[in-house]
């Protein structure tokens, strides 16, 4: 059974940059597994920060980027503010088409 | 401009089936994958299953086979989940989104809740 990996928290201050990773149990992400990555806040609607590895979803801002770094997908948010407080959640298309998603990484802005 | 538009809050008695419509519009309904999550309270994402609406293929999670259903209506752009046998743990917000190489666009969510 493929289990996505989050780290389950992290911190940064305020105007600075942290980056969020993905990993996959069963080896490296890659472009091909099409890492996605979403704001989860109570009581909303999923929000698509990235999907496609490093595509913006329309209305997001550019402080918000996506990558592949070494062996994981990664999140970078850069000038960080306090309203990016909430849980981050990626997700990976497996072959044969079903997602799996991490456990998410909760992040805090202080 | 993309939406998903899904049916409102249903509450069912253990045992029996909910089936839960998405309606889609904005973007050819036809040409895109619409998969179906879940969140249980307190929880993260629970992928159930997917469905090409132009073949009508679909695929579903190991742990939900024989339980789920998704199916279409290409006529009015919509597809449904329908969930059988149902037990309290299924009490959750479910989802539908586009895939777009991942997903870029979600339902607004339904709340089905398992009492009885």
């Known amino acids: 059974q493929t289990v996505v990996t989050q780290e389950p928290s992290f911190s940064v201050s305020p105007g600075g940059t942290v980056t969020l990773t993905c990993g996959l149990s069963s080896g490296s992400v890659s472009t091909s597994d099409y890492p996605s990555w979403y704001q989860l806040t109570p009581g909303q609607a999923p929000r698509t920060l990235i999907y496609n590895t490093n595509i913006r979803s329309s209305g997001v801002p550019d402080r918000f980027s996506g990558s592949i770094l070494g062996n994981k997908a990664a999140l970078t948010i850069t000038g960080a503010q306090a309203d990016d407080e909430c849980d981050y959640y990626c997700v990976v298309h497996m072959s044969g088409g079903f997602w799996v998603f991490g456990g998410g990484t909760k992040l805090t802005v202080l | 401009q993309v939406q998903l538009v899904q049916s409102g809050a249903e509450v069912k008695k253990p045992g029996a089936s909910v089936r839960v419509s998405c309606k889609a519009s904005?973007?050819?309904?036809?040409?895109?994958?619409i998969h179906w999550v879940r969140q249980a309270p307190g929880q993260g994402l629970e992928w159930l299953g997917r469905?090409?609406?132009?073949?009508?293929?679909?695929t579903y999670a190991q742990k939900f086979q024989g339980r789920v259903t998704v199916t279409r209506d290409t006529s009015i752009s919509t597809a449904y989940l329908e969930l059988s046998s149902l037990k309290s743990d299924d009490t959750a917000l479910y989802y539908c989104?586009?895939?777009?190489?991942?997903?870029?666009?979600w339902g607004q969510g339904t709340l089905v809740t398992v009492s009885s």
């Open positions: 904005g973007f050819t309904f036809s040409v895109y994958f």
């Open positions: 989104a586009r895939e777009n190489y991942g997903p870029d666009h």
């Open positions: 469905i090409h609406p132009r073949s009508g293929d679909t």
